[in-house]
Structure formats: C-alpha cells, structure tokens
C-alpha cells in the first residue's frame, strides 16, 4: 500500500508539471498499459510496466485518442531522467507525421556553429560603435523609425550569416513601401529568425523580452534601435507594450510579431495568438504575413551553436487588410501554413 500510494502521489506530481506545459504523456510499444481514472481530471492515466525490467510508472493520455495508437518518438539528447522510449506530445502540435526530423548533429556543423558565433560577436563590436555615434542624429532626426539604425543591423545580419546561408527571397514586391506603417507577422522555428528578417531592411520594431536587453553588445543595440521590451506574464507591461505598438504605428513605423509566441520544436505551426491581428484592426494598417522555411533545420531551436548546411527561403506574401481581429487571424495562418506546406 505504502508503494502504490507514493506511486500514485508521483504520477499526480507529474502530471501537474505536463499539463502546465501543454503537454501529455503516452506509453510505449514496449510497455503493458492498464488504465485507470483519475477524478479530478479530463485525462485517463495508464500504468505502464516495462516487459523486460519490471518497472512501473504511470503515463497520461487523452481520453479521445484510441487506446494504443501509437505515438511519435522524440529522442531525448541531453535528458538522462527520462527512459528513451518516453513519448511527448504537444497538445497542438498536429499530427504525428507533421513538421520535420532534425537533422544528426555532425562536428561540421559545431564548427561552423562556433565560426558563426565568433563572426557576430566582431561584427557587433564596431557596429555597435558606429550605432553609437550615429544615435544622437537618429533621435534628433527619425526618433521613431531609426532607419539608420535598421540598416546597419541589415550590415550586421548579411555580414554574418551570408558566408554559412544561402537565403532566397519570393514576393518582395509585395513589401510595403519602407514608410508606410504595417504589422508583419512570420513563422517562428529558430534564432537564426532574427538574422533573415533583418536582411529584408524594412524598419520595423520587434517586441523582446526584458531580459535580453541586459545582453553586452546585443541587447544594447536593441535598445537602440527601439526594439519594445516585455515581460511575460506582466499585465501592466502588456499593456504598456501594446500602447507603445499603437503610438509607433500612428508615427509611421511598423511592428513585428512572431504570433506563435515562441519557436516550434518540431516546424509545425503553432495556433497563432490574437495581438497582431488586434492591433493591425485597430489601427487599420495592412498585416504582411511572412514565412520563413529552413532556418529550423540549419539552426534547430535550443542549439544556437550549431548550424547545419542548408538554405533559407524568405516568401513575403500579399498585404490583408480589414478590421475583423479573427479573420485577420485566420488568413494570415491559413497562408503561412499553406506555404509551408507546399515546401514539404
């Protein structure tokens, strides 16, 4: 009894900390499943023993799903805690067959991960100086689109990543002119994002987390450049940044979202959140949808030192115009997504 109670106890702990995630658990072919219910949850629980060591432990998973379906595996690199054969699911993630295998990580690419690294790190050295001296004018003169200081972050990300990436660019007449203000909106699968969006050169603001503007060198520029900081799960900041974003748009400059609000793991597209689409409604400005392909392959997110070979295509679709939040919503999903598709 003593055991099936901290057994139990352990499995209410666990599944806590995966529904908090967004995420489930399910058991592997190499497991006996036997259910159980759970009261105080939507979930049935499934008591998984391993065939050949005996072991027990007790798994989620959804209560609509066939019983047995199989599941895809994920391998765990850098996580020893958990058995290989463990499966997680995301809750939105689509189907199992959706998104991409990443890439075996070869000493090719962790050298040229480190050759990236070292290359940003010089460039931003002496073009944070030369944002430095420039930035007086750039208040005096363009306060709110510092389009001086957007070109010479399009210096910093061409000079960096165009000796590792080929990048390849469809619909470019499809961007606004560079002072007319719009919200753009694009995929999100990897840090190398930020690079390729700078190449395009259009002045738009992006919305970063506070803590990177503590960041030597980088953060700094951002600050510069006018990049509109926030702090998650801050209602006073959200509301901050939002009245910042409309202040910006009535002065002529554009605003950036990733409306998936943080990197796909796998290059699925995630359910994308109301923001962008509320304020480009509100203040009757084009949403220009962005998708990016590629850059979750070469540069796979949580392995910003590692860069894979490969190439990155940029396709800048037609403005959408209304004043409908969910249906500004939709087709700019709709469109990415169908994108996204068509490259495989």
């Known amino acids: 009894m003593v055991l099936t109670s901290a057994v139990k106890e352990l499995a209410e702990n666990f599944e806590i900390l995966f529904a908090y995630k967004g995420l489930s658990i399910g058991c592997s072919p190499h497991r006996w499943p036997i259910s159980r219910n759970l009261s105080h949850s939507a979930h049935h629980s499934v008591l998984c023993i391993q065939r050949k060591h005996g072991s027990i432990s007790w798994c989620d998973f959804d209560a609509k799903e066939e019983f047995g379906r199989p599941h895809c595996n994920i391998r765990l690199h850098d996580q020893n805690r958990l058995s290989r054969y463990t499966v997680v699911r995301s809750a939105e993630a689509g189907t199992c067959d959706a998104g991409y295998p990443l890439p075996e990580v070869s000493m090719v690419s962790r050298v040229r991960g480190i050759g990236f690294c070292a290359i940003t790190a010089f ?4 073009l944070f100086v030369l944002m430095l001296i420039v930035h007086p004018l750039v208040l ?4 709110y689109k510092r389009k001086a200081h957007i070109f010479i972050a399009k210096i910093w990300a061409t000079a960096t990543i165009t000796p590792f990436v080929r990048i390849k660019y469809e619909g470019l007449e499809n961007l606004p002119p560079p002072d007319a203000p719009a919200v753009y909106v694009s995929n999100h699968q990897s840090f190398l994002d ?30 510069l450049m006018g990049v509109i900081p926030l702090k998650r799960m801050d209602r006073k900041s959200q509301m901050e940044c939002v009245k910042s974003c409309i202040d910006l ?8 979202f990733f409306p998936e609000g943080t990197r796909s793991k796998d290059g699925k597209l995630g359910a994308f959140k109301r923001g962008a689409f509320s304020l480009a409604a509100k203040t009757q400005v084009p949403v220009v949808p962005i998708t990016l392909i590629g850059t979750g392959k070469i540069m796979p997110p949580g392995r910003e030192t590692i860069l894979n070979t490969g190439s990155v295509k940029v396709v800048i679709h037609k403005p959408i115009e209304g004043n409908d939040t969910e ?3 939709r087709e700019s999903r709709n469109i990415i997504a169908s994108a996204l598709d068509h490259q495989g």
């Open 123 to 126: 460039n931003a050295i002496y």
């Open 140 to 143: 005096l003169l363009d306060r």
């Open 194 to 223: 930020i690079y390729v969006l700078f190449t395009i050169g259009r002045p738009f603001k992006f919305i970063s987390k506070t803590s990177i503007f503590l960041y030597p060198i980088i953060g700094w520029a951002m600050f």
């Open 249 to 256: 748009i009535k002065k002529g400059a554009s605003v950036f």
């Open 327 to 329: 249906v500004l919503c």
